[in-house]
């Protein structure tokens, strides 16, 4: 009769729900974030569940209906009144369907003990669910040993009698999960030990990645992996008629379901375009050819797509276009003869102007050919103008309207043909030549410059000068002009005349540098200067006069005479007077061998003219390899602007409002509607007025350098407006704004895995930039912009210009500034800068993402910054940062350069954590955290005196291996004496470097630690 009224009380607690929860009052809101599929649902079941519950008087089984009059089955006990209970209720084999690991949830309601007179002593609140994994159904399965405890489940709130009264009920819902999984299936078993219980509903499932469409790539349906921070990558397959984006499309799936960490995309093959994520054909009459655009163009103007697919527009008959020209620009032809062409007669020189074709082709690149030809003595005929004549600034490729050409005959006739072409000239074969004739007579003109003077006789006041006549004398010769001053001293200079090619300067100074020009008189007036020759009159004390010179030679004869004597004589000497002939022998050729020395000191000090040649820098270029140029290297930086950067009407642009301000003017953001692409919202940083040609070049440069780079990781330039004002650059918008804002403003919001995906597209942009050989300078989170879809690209490529108003963050040089805190101690202290610094301002970046955007060394000063990094200290680890990735930043931090990772080794090491989470998971141990003190580099890597097993290998660890020998001196010659040792014995032994000091001091005191830590182990 008590089991039945326990019986009946619970009946009625299930009643009560059931109507409870037809009217709403216990429905839970159901809201799909993944992809579930359930193994089991007891509430979906028709009909009897059929588990099996032993003993057979424990476990009840009690049909009832839903709000929807649909059968529900649900099982409770309670035998609250009796010692010793041990209710097992067993579910039938559950198929995993390859799952390795599914999630369970029960939903339930308990009685409060303490609401059942009597039964405080043997009732329970909690009941155990276990599990049992087979790869079939089996007879035996009932068997409890074979079971393994998944947890013991507890109510969160359990009801009385006073809810029954109340008709409130109170239902749990608990949820575990269960892995890895690794037969076919599994039983599941309750176990209660004296509880009042009601198993409303059961259910088994498992989370799954759904199929998924992104990036024109498809992810297939995919089962998460067994560990619960485990992430599968999955490589994505294009759609129909798409390729990959610079690598494949990866994703990872997430025991949660979910994915993550995308990486890479596919874009449509040409010929193709994006509709509703596929790739669509183009139509007739639109090609598309980059797999930059996204849409299927018109074709451009003079230019036809007779089928659907095309990749390219053909341009009409009469119509070319050249393999650099960009697809969307119109086909062109070749221009018309140049209009209105004028000559201006100077002696022997012609100015020659003309004015712009009437028809230019359709292009820009319009340039200008001249052909001189002279007219024949006898006017029967022309000749090509030889070499000697000089066209300013050039004969062929003018892009000016205008030529000088000098060095004409005087007295002449010359035909000029003046031609215009432009870049598809060359493949308009049938297309005639377009000229603009001038014919022109020069006048009587005044000698050519003389080209050489030579130095003959050189006395102590004069010297002997001769020169040839000029190579175009353009009439006779009346005289030569000579100029001269001393050196260094040319505003008094002396001129005197000569009828012929020779004079002999005298009234010179003796031992003294002058200074000589030449230039000779026709009828038409005198010509220009020569070029300037330096010589030298002779000193006072040099034989340099011809009776000098032929008194040495004299003497040298003599000398010679005697030598051979004494030589003869020598042969002939006796044993006895040997020592005397050869010592007089030496004297001899002593005395020669000074007075010919003397003649050759004089004939030095004459300084014969030296010819020198200039050599001019260049650039080699090889092909087929990318490299960067760089913009300086352009004699003409506007130049490197078009060549680089596309140029954009600025009626294609609206400014919307303001972004930002630079040092150039103010920083803009509005779309971009370009002809035959769709509308795009750029970033438009614009000139201010009233700026000097140099902040013009200045503003463009980096345009000029960004035009150079093309990369998902490096922010992308659209192109400039240079020809109407305000002067513009136009960049793709990154939503986000910089890194280091970024971060702050989402302090903590990001999980670990999207923190490295983010270190990892920088990496990435790195690697583009070394391999082109650009070494970036100013790599900080701040010059890192963030778009919407959290992809982090390089930007900011003019750190000259940046720094130049920003003390605090540059330590001033003598080659410019740089920022400190971000910088290599090689660039700070020699301006080297590398590839390898690059990375370990890389290493600062990971700090200040893994940070959330703090400030690299806090409130340090620069210099104290420069000195903390030369003595081996390093920033700590952020807090919560995995070791692995600190490891990395410290790999970054290594003072020499050469055993820094590459950004290669860097992009494959972020891949393989990205891989594989797990290895994310230790943290920075708390000593590498202490919030704002630095920690020594060789520390991080562990304890350097438990490595070492003497004082010199101890000291070379610790990079203080000058002092062994002191250590040895001074009787510190084993590890026990050395962690002994106090700063006063420091001192004594001979380290007197206060900076030495703290750093031995500090692995003393790990030494130390280590070795109370051994012997701690040992007595145990």
Known sequence: MKRGSEADRSLFLLHFFAFNESVGSLSVPKTLYFLTVNLLDSRSVMGDLGWVAYPKNGWEEIGEVDEDYAPIHTYQVCRVMEQNQNNWLHTNWILTEGAQRVFIELKFTLRDCNSLPGGVGTCKETFNMYYYETDGDEDEAMKESRYIKIDTIAADESFTELDLGDRVMKLNTEVRDLGPLTRKGFYLAFQDLGACIALVSVRVFYKRCPFLVKSLAEFPDTIPGSEASQLVEVVGHCVNNSLPLYEPPRMHCSTEGEWLVPIGKCVCQPGFEEINRSCQVCKVGFYRSLLESLACSKCPPHSVARQTGATACSCEDGYYKIDSDPPNMACTRPPSAPRNAISNVNETSVFLEWSIPMETGGRKDVRYNILCRRVLPDGRGLEECGPNVRFLPRRVGLSNTSVMVADLQSHTNYSFLLEAVNGVSELAKDHAKQYVSLNVTTNQAAPSPVSVVRKGHTGKSSIALSWAEPDRPNGIILEYEIKYFEKEQDSSYTIIKSKDTEMVVEGLKPSSAYIFQVRARTSAGYGAFSRRFEFQTSPYLTATSERAQASIVAVAITLALVLLAVVAGFLHCSSMVTLLCINLTLMCLLLLLLLLRRCGYSKAKQDPEEEKMHFHNGHIKFPGVRTYIDPLTYEDPNQAVHEFAQEIDVSFISIERIIGAGEFGEVCSGPLRLPGKREIQVAIKTLKAGYTEQQRRDFLWEASIMGQFNHPNIIRLEGVVTKSKPVMIITEY????????????????????????????????????????????????????????????????????????????????????????????????????????????????????????????????????????????????????????YHLMMDCWQRERSNRPKFDEIVCLLDKLI??????????????????????????????????????????????????????????????????????????????????????????????????????????
């Not at 778009?787 to 001033?812: H, I, M």
């Not at 940070?851 to 104290?864: A, I, L, T, V």
């Not at 510190?972 to 703290?998: C, F, I, P, W």
């Open 915 to 1020: 891989r594989n989470p797990s290895s994310l998971k230790k943290l920075v141990n708390s000593s590498h955290r202490v919030s704002n003190l630095l920690v020594e580099h060789a520390s991080v890597e562990g304890d350097s005196g438990a490595r070492s097993q003497t004082v010199g290998e101890w000291l070379d660890s610790i990079k203080m291996g000058r002092y062994t020998e002191l250590f040895m001196e001074g009787g510190y010659s084993s590890l026990e004496t050395v962690a002994q040792m106090t700063s006063e014995d420091l001192r004594r032994v001979g380290v007197n470097l206060a900076g030495h000091q703290k750093k031995i001091i500090t692995s003393i005191q790990e030494m130390r630690v280590h070795m109370n830590n051994t012997n701690s182990t040992v007595n145990i």
């Open 734 to 885: 990154m939503e986000n704004g910089s890194l280091d804002t970024f971060l702050k403003k989402n302090d903590g919001q990001f999980t670990v895995i999207q923190l490295v995906g983010m270190l990892r597209g920088i990496a990435s942009g790195m690697r583009y930039l070394s391999d082109m050989g650009y070494v970036h300078r100013d790599l900080a989170a701040r010059n890192i912009l963030v778009n919407s879809n959290l992809v982090c690209k390089v930007s900011d490529f003019g750190l000259s210009r940046v720094l130049e108003d920003d003390p605090e963050a540059a330590y001033t040089t003598r080659g410019g500034k740089i920022p400190i805190r971000w910088t290599a101690p090689e660039a700070i202290a020699y301006r080297k800068f590398t590839s390898a610094s690059d990375v370990w301002s890389y290493g600062i970046v990971m700090w200040e993402v893994m940070s959330y955007g703090e400030r690299p060394y806090w409130e340090m000063s620069n210099q104290d910054v420069i000195k903390a990094v030369e003595e081996s200290y390093r920033l700590p680890g952020p807090m919560d940062c995995p070791e692995a990735l």
